[in-house]
């Protein structure tokens, strides 16, 4: 910053959140910065000349007492307008603050303010690209300022001045290549804080600081040194293990209890990876929050080498990045050595170094990619993995440009790239890797690839088992989107034009590096292959939204399967078109490719980036034929195999999909499994009725060593459950009334609780009908509403439930589990419905069909054990320690009336029995046992 210049860092409170929607202010406060200090403060109330509304009390504290003997903005408006000429205009969402301030002096007759302003939250985006959340208080709390008062103005400006103060800290210290790229395209930004940048990098010339150690400069482009990364430090001698209670005592950290139930999960692990191969996998179901992931972390530790490493596999990335950031560094301090480590997911989350400096090379500051680029340069001085969802892109994760710069299976790579790309960097880290950690969906699919980047998984530890089945049944689910082709193939352009990749395509032939008649078979493929699939697709879609196909219940979404022979001559004779020109072109794009990259060195930058771009789309069609072939074509191999459609009614053409399910592979991967690795199963959920047979099943009957662990919990004092004396039958309600009556439910119990709750659905669509009402019930305006798919990530609405309190989370299936919320984080979960799968996906009727045949009930052989076991997942989420306490309640009917009921009863744990009240008492009974 200018030691002269005076930066006026403002936040105002309004009497609404909207510019140009005849709001007020109520609240204006500034302080204004020079060199780095405050050098005066300003702050007023505002009379807004009407009342505030309730729910901006609510936010701000500011109630109309306080703002009845204010001064009018006619009255202020002198001063504001000398405090701030001559500065420049700080805000954090200066879009509102800076638009806002203005329009109030035009409506009150005053001349607009035409002085520079910063936006603080573009910024923060740009410089600390990793964060959760960009709220001023979120912001704050990450940089080490605690925002006490948040949501008033003059609180909430002194936290701008700290994290303003912060970026440019933090901005200066870049590398000087980093900060020359940023202030180059800086003027992407909002209003002028593109002044910012500039400012940053003439201190950062003068003061010249060197290129930090852990940091290396390649092609112009600043990243982590991987060398840096690199342990050099002699690994110490791993020990015997600890099979005693002492023995394991000395490992564990001052902070950290023995607890006899891990232990024993600690030494089934061990014994079992010890011991010779054996047909037998290993199942352990372990309570909810005695440490699963130390349990087998710990014991694998021992056992895994870079010649012999141990793969964990887990369903949610949540998890992932727990064990990453959380418990191997816990284990690492315990152990006193580092564990060579590397987490694998399939390289489109990676960024390619070689497409994004293309990229870079021809962005300019008035291109929307640019403010992307930014904070991937920054990003990439930080980053150790190269995973592009560390970048928290929000609306961004659209653009054409953040899928274009992400490495492909067969990616192209520069020379001097290689040792330094991120996605070979894995590939190679983990053929020396002990502990590789990835997840089920890139396990299965991985697999399956001739050069696996997994090619050894002799020992195995599926976390999250209860999902493992039903991701290794979409492995061998093919799909075909109807809309993905013409996509894909816009990429293409006009060769008339001269546009997409037919521009490179001219220029190749115009420089006689490829022969003119290849261009024109190209174009002429692209064409026919284009008009004839538009043809079938309409045909397609004509023909299912004709016919009486089966609705799931718990949403708009159409499932239902279908036969081939539906299609007619013409249709048939349109498909064989389609693969004909879809070999037609993969050939001679093919051969295209290769007569260009002899000349791939002599083409411009965006000549090489459409070069690449061909190659990727031709790799995509490959794979599309082939999944054309599988759901449009008979194939004599799998006669048995399940074919359906699913799309939604009212967005029929952009949602409709083909699916086939080759039933009976018999090259899966837990056949391989089952002969070739030591398994280790686990979860909190995998027995249904105290038995693990339906989970076998689920796996083809494998053979299993079966541990149930016992709690370490007092479930009796610790935990109730209650059902309310009038309950709702969700099959009983009209769809209309049904939302209504959850909502009044639910209402009446939070009415006299005030504890943060989570409520869980089965169905986003009656989620969302019921959080609308609920926001709109002035009762409960003390709480904050959470809703998924409405308040932000999973991570963000997590984040602010932790902060709040008394908090709601409306939540649907991923908020069932993997969830921790100790104490007073959660302290009841409300069940709206009993979560049975729907009956009518064509896997679930074919699932149906298939357990008649074999004379096994299908309710009680498939639908029951899926609830049970969803169910049991809820209830997990209440008891984390010791001291924790909490309560669940179940809305639906179903809990007493069903003939099933006491199924659900009993598979809660011991202790836990039912209690039912008038439902005016309910909340009343809760708070009373949540309060003792």
């Given at each position: 910053m200018r030691p002269e210049q005076i930066y006026a860092i403002v936040d105002i409170e309004a009497t609404g959140g909207s510019v140009g929607a005849d709001e007020r202010i109520i609240q204006f406060a500034c302080v204004l910065l020079q060199n780095g200090?405050?050098?005066?403060?300003?702050?007023?109330?505002?009379?807004?000349?009407?009342?505030?509304?309730?729910?901006?009390?609510?936010?701000?504290?500011?109630?109309?007492?306080?703002?009845?003997?204010?001064?009018?903005?006619?009255?202020?408006?002198?001063?504001?307008?000398?405090?701030?000429?001559?500065?420049?205009?700080?805000?954090?969402?200066?879009?509102?603050?800076?638009?806002?301030?203005?329009?109030?002096?035009?409506?009150?007759?005053?001349?607009?303010l035409d002085i520079p302003a910063i936006d603080t939250v573009e910024l923060t985006q740009i410089i600390y690209p990793t964060l959760d959340s960009f709220q001023l208080e979120d912001i704050a709390s990450s940089l080490g300022y605690d925002l006490l008062n948040a949501h008033n103005a003059l609180a909430d400006a002194k936290a701008t001045v700290y994290v303003f103060k912060e970026l440019f800290k933090k901005v200066t210290k870049l590398p000087l290549v980093t900060l020359e790229k940023l202030e180059k395209l800086s003027s992407s930004t909002t209003h002028e804080t593109f002044l910012f940048f500039r400012e940053a990098l003439s201190y950062a010339r003068n003061f010249k600081a060197p290129l930090a150690e852990d940091l290396v400069v390649v092609n112009q482009l600043a990243m982590k040194n991987p060398e840096h990364l690199t342990v050099h430090e002699t690994q110490s001698e791993k020990t015997s293990y600890p099979f005693s209670k002492e023995e394991k005592e000395k490992y564990l950290p001052s902070d950290y209890s023995f607890r006899e139930v891990q232990a024993e999960m600690m030494d089934l692990i061990y014994n079992y990876l010890n011991a010779d191969l054996s047909l037998e996998k290993l199942a352990i179901e372990v309570p909810p929050g005695v440490g699963k992931s130390l349990g087998y972390l710990f014991p694998a530790a021992f056992i895994a080498t870079p010649k012999k490493p141990i793969v964990i596999s887990t369903y949610t990335t949540v998890l992932q990045n727990q064990l990453i950031d959380e418990t191997l560094p816990v284990l690492e301090k315990m152990l006193h050595r580092k564990i060579k480590t590397t987490l694998v997911k399939s390289s489109e989350h990676y960024l390619s170094l070689s497409v994004f400096e293309r990229w870079l090379k021809q962005i300019t500051a008035e291109d929307s990619e640019a403010y992307l680029s930014m904070r991937i340069l920054v990003w990439l001085t930080e980053t150790t993995t190269g995973d592009l969802s560390e970048i928290n892109a929000g609306s961004h994760l659209d653009l054409s440009f953040w899928h274009d710069i992400r490495a492909t299976k067969n990616q192209y790579t520069d020379d001097y790239w290689k040792d330094y790309d991120f996605y070979e960097r894995i590939k190679a880290t983990s053929k020396d890797s002990e502990i590789i950690i990835t997840n089920h969906h890139f396990l299965a699919y991985d697999w399956k690839n001739k050069e696996p980047v997994l090619s050894n998984i002799e020992n195995l530890i599926i976390d999250e088992a209860h999902h493992f089945a039903d991701v290794a049944t979409q492995s061998n689910t093919i799909s075909l989107k109807g809309t993905e082709i013409t996509t894909h193939l816009e990429k293409m352009g006009s060769l008339t034009n001269e546009t997409g990749i037919f521009k490179?395509?001219?220029?190749?032939?115009?420089?006689?590096?490829?022969?003119?008649?290849?261009?024109?078979?190209?174009?002429?493929?692209?064409?026919?292959?284009?008009?004839?699939?538009?043809?079938?697709?309409?045909?397609?879609?004509?023909?299912?939204?004709?016919?009486?196909?089966?609705?799931?219940?718990?949403?708009?979404?159409?499932?239902?399967?279908?036969?081939?022979?539906?299609?007619?001559?013409?249709?048939?004779?349109?498909?064989?078109?389609?693969?004909?020109?879809?070999?037609?072109?993969?050939?001679?794009?093919?051969?295209?490719?290769?007569?260009?990259?002899?000349?791939?060195?002599?083409?411009?930058?965006?000549?090489?980036?459409?070069?690449?771009?061909?190659?990727?789309?031709?790799?995509?069609?490959?794979?599309?034929?082939?999944?054309?072939?599988?759901?449009?074509?008979?194939?004599?191999?799998?006669?048995?195999?399940?074919?359906?459609?699913?799309?939604?009614?009212?967005?029929?053409?952009?949602?409709?999909?083909?699916?086939?399910?080759?039933?009976?592979?018999?090259?899966?991967?837990?056949?391989?499994?089952?002969?070739?690795?030591?398994?280790?199963?686990?979860?909190?959920?995998?027995?249904?009725?105290?038995?693990?047979?339906?989970?076998?099943?689920?796996?083809?009957?494998?053979?299993?060593?079966?541990?149930?662990?016992?709690?370490?919990?007092?479930?009796?004092?610790?935990?109730?459950?209650?059902?309310?004396?009038?309950?709702?039958?969700?099959?009983?309600?009209?769809?209309?009334?049904?939302?209504?009556?959850?909502?009044?439910?639910?209402?009446?119990?939070?009415?006299?609780?005030?504890?943060?709750?989570?409520?869980?659905?089965?169905?986003?669509?009656?989620?969302?009908?019921?959080?609308?009402?609920?926001?709109?019930?002035?009762?409960?305006?003390?709480?904050?509403?959470?809703?998924?798919?409405?308040?932000?990530?999973?991570?963000?609405?997590?984040?602010?439930?932790?902060?709040?309190?008394?908090?709601?989370?409306?939540?649907?299936?991923?908020?069932?589990?993997?969830?921790?919320?100790?104490?007073?984080?959660?302290?009841?979960?409300?069940?709206?419905?009993?979560?049975?799968?729907?009956?009518?996906?064509?896997?679930?009727?074919?699932?149906?069909?298939?357990?008649?045949?074999?004379?096994?009930?299908?309710?009680?052989?498939?639908?029951?054990?899926?609830?049970?076991?969803?169910?049991?997942?809820?209830?997990?989420?209440?008891?984390?320690?010791?001291?924790?306490?909490?309560?669940?309640?179940?809305?639906?009917?179903?809990?007493?009336?069903?003939?099933?009921?006491?199924?659900?009863?009993?598979?809660?744990?011991?202790?836990?029995?039912?209690?039912?009240?008038?439902?005016?008492?309910?909340?009343?009974?809760?708070?009373?046992?949540?309060?003792?």
């Open positions: 200090e405050v050098i005066h403060t300003f702050e007023t109330y505002v009379n807004p000349g009407r009342n505030i509304p309730y729910n901006i009390k609510q936010l701000t504290g500011i109630s109309n007492k306080e703002v009845r003997r204010a001064p009018y903005f006619e009255e202020v408006a002198p001063i504001i307008i000398r405090l701030l000429e001559d500065t420049v205009f700080v805000a954090h969402n200066v879009g509102f603050d800076f638009r806002f301030l203005n329009e109030q002096l035009r409506l009150h007759d005053f001349l607009m490179l395509i001219y220029y190749l032939s115009e420089q006689n590096i490829i022969k003119k008649y290849d261009m024109q078979i190209l174009a002429r493929t692209t064409s026919a292959f284009h008009e004839t699939w538009n043809n079938l697709y309409e045909e397609l879609i004509l023909y299912f939204s004709q016919q009486d196909l089966m609705q799931r219940k718990d949403s708009n979404f159409i499932e239902d399967e279908y036969e081939l022979d539906f299609l007619t001559l013409k249709q048939k004779k349109w498909r064989k078109n389609i693969l004909y020109n879809a070999e037609e072109f993969i050939l001679t794009s093919q051969k295209i490719i290769k007569k260009a990259y002899e000349s791939f060195d002599k083409l411009s930058v965006e000549y090489q980036l459409l070069l690449i771009e061909l190659g990727n789309l031709t790799t995509y069609i490959k794979d599309w034929y082939d999944r054309l072939k599988h759901t449009l074509t008979f194939d004599k191999n799998s006669p048995k195999a399940l074919r359906w459609v699913s799309f939604l009614p009212d967005d029929l053409t952009r949602t409709f999909e083909l699916h086939v399910l080759k039933w009976g592979e018999s090259n899966s991967l837990v056949d391989y499994l089952a002969t070739h690795s030591k398994v280790v199963f686990t979860s909190s959920t995998l027995s249904f009725q105290d038995s693990e047979q339906y989970f076998s099943g689920q796996l083809k009957n494998l053979p299993m060593q079966f541990h149930p662990l016992e709690s370490p919990f007092d479930y009796g004092k610790q935990v109730k459950l209650m059902v309310p004396e009038q309950r709702i039958h969700p099959k009983e309600t009209q769809k209309t009334e049904y939302a209504k009556q959850l909502a009044k439910s639910i209402r009446e119990i939070l009415m006299d609780t005030k504890v943060n709750t989570i409520i869980l659905f089965r169905s986003l669509e009656v989620l969302q009908d019921v959080y609308a009402i609920l926001i709109e019930d002035k009762q409960l305006f003390d709480y904050l509403f959470l809703a998924q798919s409405i308040s932000g990530t999973r991570n963000r609405i997590l984040k602010n439930f932790k902060r709040n309190k008394p908090a709601v989370i409306l939540g649907a299936d991923s908020f069932f589990e993997g969830i921790d919320l100790p104490d007073e984080e959660l302290e009841l979960v409300i069940l709206t419905r009993l979560p049975f799968p729907s009956p009518n996906t064509p896997l679930n009727r074919s699932k149906i069909g298939y357990l008649k045949q074999q004379g096994i009930h299908p309710f009680i052989g498939e639908l029951l054990p899926q609830a049970i076991l969803k169910y049991k997942q809820a209830f997990g989420r209440l008891i984390r320690n010791e001291t924790d306490h909490g309560v669940m309640v179940v809305l639906d009917d179903r809990i007493i009336s069903a003939s099933y009921a006491k199924s659900f009863i009993d598979a809660l744990p011991k202790g836990v029995s039912m209690e039912i009240y008038p439902n005016e008492q309910l909340g009343k009974e809760i708070q009373k046992f949540l309060g003792n």
